[in-house]
């Protein structure tokens, strides 16, 4: 988000813009992104499964859960549309996010993974709606809208947690 200034006489208001909108992208990016997203969702859950913190430790178990359940969605539509993708492959950040979060210990590890987890979400969410809304493979599209909401109730669930 950005913010603008505006100067009036002896006043300042700071206004908030909105966001720029994903840039849209192809059912192919899609796929590799999503598929991207949900690995790396899948091995930060791994690691978090032995929290001592229990909602932390509820939360992993359920990325698992709908992150698997995510994937074989998108590869059912992938299929309907007849669109092939490469295997995903975690980004630059992922991977230093992984190896960040596995080489934390205790309460810092468990604030670290909730503060990579809601911005991991902010960009599902991102990439989600904006397939449902601009995508051109129909099958792919409905799938991303279905998959919006769960992905807005990981946020929900993530700004509950105090860290």
Do not use: C
Not at 36 to 53: G, P, Y
């Amino acid at each position: 988000m950005t913010l603008r200034l505006l100067i009036g006489a002896a006043t300042f208001a700071a206004i908030a813009t909105p966001a720029v909108a994903a840039p849209s992208v192809t059912a192919k990016q899609f796929i590799a992104k999503a598929g991207a997203s949900d690995m790396w969702e899948r091995k930060e859950a791994a690691i978090m499964a032995t929290s001592t913190n229990s909602d932390v430790a509820a939360f992993a178990k359920q990325m698992t859960i709908d992150h698997t359940k995510s994937t074989d969605m998108v590869k059912a539509a992938a299929k309907a549309d007849h669109v092939t993708a490469t295997a995903p492959v975690l980004t630059a950040k992922q991977k230093s996010d992984l190896a960040a979060l596995s080489a934390s210990k205790g309460a810092a590890r468990d604030s670290l993974y909730v503060s990579q987890q809601k911005a991991a979400h902010a960009d599902a969410l991102a990439l989600m709606q904006g397939y449902s809304s601009d995508g051109k493979a129909m099958h792919l599209k409905d799938t991303a809208g279905k998959i919006a909401p769960v992905v807005q109730s990981h946020i929900d669930m993530l700004n509950k947690m105090a860290m």
